[in-house]
């Protein structure tokens, strides 16, 4: 059987750790957290399910998550954030591709709870990730919050059954939190790419975001959670552009 090593980013994250680690036991032969210096009891519970606990300072999640797969003791690795748990039938299939693993790279469902539901349209779902694979031919790129796992050239990716369940806002006005924070974020770093937003463009981002996301990515059959999520990323997406604005309007010329 392979072994299997779990890496895990945190910062505070005492809520929501606890699922993800019981979610674990039994699959991982190894756990790994790495902790950008929380003041909370994520340590406290990352030793009681038995991980190996990693301080390290966050300059950014691909830095991060790069760090944490280069930490495990297996090359064979899987990546999860702290607010993810394993569904019973993801747990069958990472279970059986430890008997034989016969692919670089495995990918996966996602699947979102927002503030007690889970959604299933609004572009939210299957939401695949690449999350599983030997470090060897795998690395995290992308750039700002838009970081993801990617293969070497050429190497083989199986999809696996089921789902991984991620609690992600227990709340709007965490939601909108998240918003503010991640539009300054990508504002800038469109801005740096020299990227620009007319007036036309902020005013029209907003209907179009939220058509596309609910009438044609279905967030209708969503119900009222469905209308919540593309009417706020929608705001968000109107946001970041006219945050982006903002930028050009103050400095003019890109700045670093």
């Not at 990617?150 to 006005?173: C, N």
Request: some cysteine; overall charge neutral; aromatic content about 10%.
């Amino acid at each position: 059987m392979q072994k299997l090593s779990v890496v895990i980013i945190t910062l505070n994250e005492e809520k929501k750790l606890g699922a993800c680690l019981a979610s674990l036991q039994g699959v991982a032969d190894e756990i790994v957290v790495v902790d950008s210096f929380s003041t909370d009891k994520t340590e406290e519970i990352s030793r009681e399910y038995g991980a190996r606990f990693v301080q390290h300072p966050f300059t950014g999640y691909i830095d991060q998550k790069n760090f944490a797969m280069a930490q495990a003791g297996n090359d064979h690795v899987l990546s999860l954030d702290a607010d993810e748990v394993l569904s019973p039938e993801l747990r069958k299939s990472i279970l059986e591709v430890k008997e034989n693993w016969t692919h670089d790279g495995y990918s996966l469902n996602r699947l979102t709870n927002y503030c007690g539901a889970w959604v299933r349209h609004c572009g939210w779902y299957p939401d695949v990730k690449l999350r599983m694979a030997d470090r060897r031919t795998a690395s995290w790129t992308g750039i700002k919050i838009h970081e993801k796992m990617e293969m070497k050239a050429g190497e083989a990716v199986r999809h696996l059954k089921g789902d991984l369940l991620h609690f992600s806002y227990d709340s709007i006005q965490g939601h909108l939190h998240q918003i503010n924070h991640f539009t300054d974020l990508t504002s800038h770093e469109l801005y740096i790419q020299g990227r620009k937003a007319g007036i036309l463009k902020i005013v029209l981002s907003l209907p179009v975001r939220f058509c596309r996301d609910y009438f044609l990515k279905l967030g209708i059959l969503d119900g009222y959670t469905g209308f919540l999520i593309c009417s706020l990323s929608a705001w968000a997406t109107m946001l970041k552009y006219a945050k982006l604005k903002a930028l050009w309007d103050q400095h003019k010329s890109p700045i670093r």
